[in-house]
């Protein structure tokens, strides 16, 4: 019985490890998924567009109108842009900064819900190990 829990407990560790091999940013995710709690009461979404963003597609306003609200209320509640969707580098992480790719960093748009878009989906890819410097 001894054995079972040790090797139990052995496992539970390595998979926390691994885990945090496997995505350093694993403190920033957790407080998006909290602050996206908060957003949906604001800005409600369907469980459709819930899905999308969680695979990192974007949906449209004609899909979703609130997307844009409920995206940008996340991250702006995270300190990540301004309420005009600017990237606030300050309010990085340095690895997360570094690990950004370069045309992020602006986050160039014709309109905020452009921003929020573009933005979305370069936290999406360096979330998900797809960044590039």
Known sequence: MFRLGFIV???????????????PFEEDIQHLLEMRKICEEKFPVSKETVES???????????DPNVCEN??????????VDEDGNVMQKNFPEKMWNAMPENCK??????????????YQCLFAVFHGNGHK
């Open 9 to 23: 407990l052995v496992a539970l560790f390595l998979g926390n490890v691994a885990a945090e091999e496997v995505n």
């Open 53 to 63: 963003l969680k695979q990192g597609i974007y949906p449209s306003e004609a899909d």
């Open 71 to 80: 995206v940008l209320c996340v991250i702006k509640g995270r300190g990540f």
């Open 106 to 119: 602006e986050n160039r748009g014709s309109d905020i819900c452009e921003k929020v878009k573009n933005f």
